[in-house]
């Protein structure tokens, strides 16, 4: 009776460990990684290039509303006038900021390259350290 027991309570020790091991690993979106080397920040997660730059938020020229624009390549759309960008004309509006793609934080953004560039190059989330970098070289 004893062993059967023993059989019983090994059993439910394992089938234990394998329900609480995958809560003690911290499996989620924040997975501890080091940046770019030119970055020189440690992150736990990012991208690169103009194609993966977090949604902007511009200021309207016309009307001086905020509006969003999602990806680097979508129309810039006023929600409140008739006014219309291309997503190519991002430099000639004022960003107010970006937006963290992990959780939706207002970003620290900045430029290395003013003389160089009118966009901005880089974005930092202080809240979960997600970092996007604009990749160029200069020859």
């Not at 020790?13 to 997975?31: E, H, M, S």
Request: glycine share 6%.
């Amino acid at each position: 009776m004893v062993d059967w027991s023993l059989a019983i309570l090994g059993g439910l020790r394992t089938v234990g460990i394998y329900l609480v091991r995958p809560l003690q690993r911290g499996d989620g979106p924040n997975k501890f990684r080091l940046s770019a080397m030119e970055t020189a920040t440690t992150t736990h997660d990012g991208d690169q290039g103009w194609a993966k730059r977090p949604p902007a938020v511009l200021e309207c020229d016309r009307c001086g509303s905020e509006v969003l624009q999602h990806n680097a390549r979508d129309s810039i759309d006023c929600p409140r006038c008739v006014a219309e960008f291309d997503y190519d004309e991002f430099a000639d509006l004022e960003l107010l900021y970006l937006t963290c793609p992990v959780c939706k934080s207002r970003m620290s953004h900045g430029q290395r390259h003013p003389e160089r560039l009118d966009i901005v190059e880089w974005a930092t989330c202080d809240a979960c350290r997600y970092h996007w970098e604009f990749k160029h070289s200069y020859s």
